[in-house]
């Protein structure tokens, strides 16, 4: 390209010139003059020949009368193509000076595109140089923060130390007082425990006495409705009583009515009118007096139903109460189991997991275990091993696999991160590896292309080093040794025999690529189960670990307020084992440990929580089975992904199926009106 042609402004300046739609609006014209112009000369050369056969026709003593005529049109002819010809070439001659000296569009147009690509590309560029910057700040910080966050944590772990070495001293000061004071607190439990037993036979007297209270009003409060309900019963007979004599004196009103009009007409005389009207005064102001009445019943009646309403009110009231009472009582039935089992628990935590110590009792078993007697009720009972003993020696193994346990996910998770950091190490050189056999293919097949072009030993000396570079000496080797006689100190020359003794090298590299791309994916496979199978028994021991913090809390509301810290709630034998784990381990992170799991702890028991449970629950059972087949279906296919995937599809197939009906439907429905009838 010139100078010119990359000058913009020049380019633009000079199309400006051109004035490009005024050229056109002309070059418009002047087809619109030519095709006319050509028109008209059709038309004058059809005439010219017309005159010329004329001409042919005519004898040759009139030819020359005649001549003169076809000559001067033969002359108007020729100017007009002369005319025509001068029209064209100034035509052409203008366009030409106007696009003689203008640039060729297409380099420009070409260049602006390709400035619109670079500014985009730099644009996104420097979108990405700013992320990149922002990105390489924040790692900035964190790598500050995580150097400030080791240091924190090396000073943590000190103080952590020495706290375990107070809490220790603590520990061991306040054991003996803490057994003075289990000591006490049993004594207090067995007061509180005969009073409430005389509570519990208080309530049942007063239960008893009240039942009895209830079951006599209620039998009085029936004979009051009853007699309630025979009042009403005669009121209303009254009112209807009532209502028929006021019917009948009404009928008896009328007829004395039309007689006083047949009176008024002459027909009687007027004593008879006068006695009349008197009777039907009485019986107006009987009328009135019998509707006063009626409305006196009605009010009586209106007033007993009510009085029968609120007495049914109350009745329901009193046998609410009753039922109250009745299902309270109930609750009161398994007093002595839940005040056995509350000792059994008490037991369990507080005494029975002590190995210092050093008192006995006639009650103890062969475990060291002081628990109640759980047959003392039985007199004839048999004594065998008891659910104390076992439950006590399942928390002490329970307690001992939750110490197992975190060390063998601390070790797991190392293992796991060193299996990860080998598998990121062995998709690393799977790639090297596909680039390596990419490249091998692309020199083979240009070695391949240019084996008859040059001397085959420098082909052959060339294609040896490229396999070489390509890490493919160690073919080359092997072959050498195992066949050291078949050497030759000269180059062997690059034919196609050395082509096809490649071939096998790079089909042995690619099987030996393709089977440790599959041990890969294999022990891949395996890391992948290794890594659920972990996830498994995490989800597991946070299930442990959140049974056990319930545990700590019910040990930790029978504590008192100064004995033991808030920080270590475990009985005294687990505390010093679980701290000796955590100091051999390394562990300094037990209050956030604990924090995370009171957290989860109350989040268990929130009420909210609960009753939305059982408002689901509830919800449930109210469903008719159509409906919980349904909501099983649905949360399955929602659960699971490959439930949802073949969901996805089959619904996509059923709409699919449903489209193409409906439109095979419309086409032949639409076939069917285009069809001509028969007749």
Known sequence: MSAAEHNFSGALATWKDIKLHELQKTLYAQGIEIVDNQKESILGRKQLADRTK????????EKLNSFKGLLKAYQTEIDSLTKRSKVSENAFL???????????????????????????????LEAEVARLRAENTELRQSSGALDVSKRRVEQLEARMDELVAQKESEINAAYDERMRN???????????????RDQVRDLRLSNESNQAKLFDHSQRQDQEIISRLAEADMIMVDLERANSRVATVELRNEALRGEIEALRTGSESSERVRSLTTRLSELESECTRLEAAVGIAR????????????????????RAE??????????????????????????????????DDDWSSPDEDEDGVHLPNPNADKANAQHGKSLEVLLATKNKRILEELTRFRILHTSLETSLKSTQDELADTHAELAKQHALCEKLETDLLALNTNSGSGPREEGGENG?????????????????AAGPSTTRSTPIPFTSSADTSILPIVTSQRDRFRQRNAELEEELRKHYHTISELRTEVKSLQSDNLKLYEKVRYM?????????????????????????NRSGNGGGGGRDELGKWRTRYEEAMNPFEAFRGREATRAYEALNPVERGV???TRGIIGNRRARTAFIFYAAALHLLVVVTVYECAWSSGQLQVQPGPY
């Open 322 to 355: 009753v039922d109250a009472l009745k299902t309270k009582l109930k609750t009161y039935a398994d007093y002595d189991e839940v005040k056995r089992e509350l000792e059994i628990l008490k037991y369990v935590e507080f005494a029975g997991l002590d190995p």
């Open 631 to 633: 909501l099983v279906l």
């Open 94 to 124: 203008n366009v030409y000076k106007v696009l003689a000296e203008a640039p060729d569009p297409y380099p420009l147009l070409e260049a602006a595109v390709d400035q619109a690509v670079k500014a985009t590309e730099a644009h996104a």
């Open 182 to 196: 289990y000591e006490e607190r049993e004594q207090d439990l067995q007061r509180q425990v005969a009073l409430y």
């Open 299 to 318: 009010g009586a009646a209106a007033r007993s139903e009510e009085r029968i309403s609120e007495k049914a009110r109350e009745a329901d009231s009193a």
């Open 54 to 61: 004329e001409f042919k026709k005519i004898p040759d003593d």
């Open 464 to 480: 040896e080093s490229g396999i070489s570079g390509l890490g493919l000496e160690f073919g080359l080797r092997s072959k050498d």
């Open 556 to 580: 930790q509301s029978y504590r008192e307020q100064g004995s033991v810290s808030q920080l270590d709630p475990l009985p005294p034998s687990s505390s010093s084992s679980l701290n000796g």
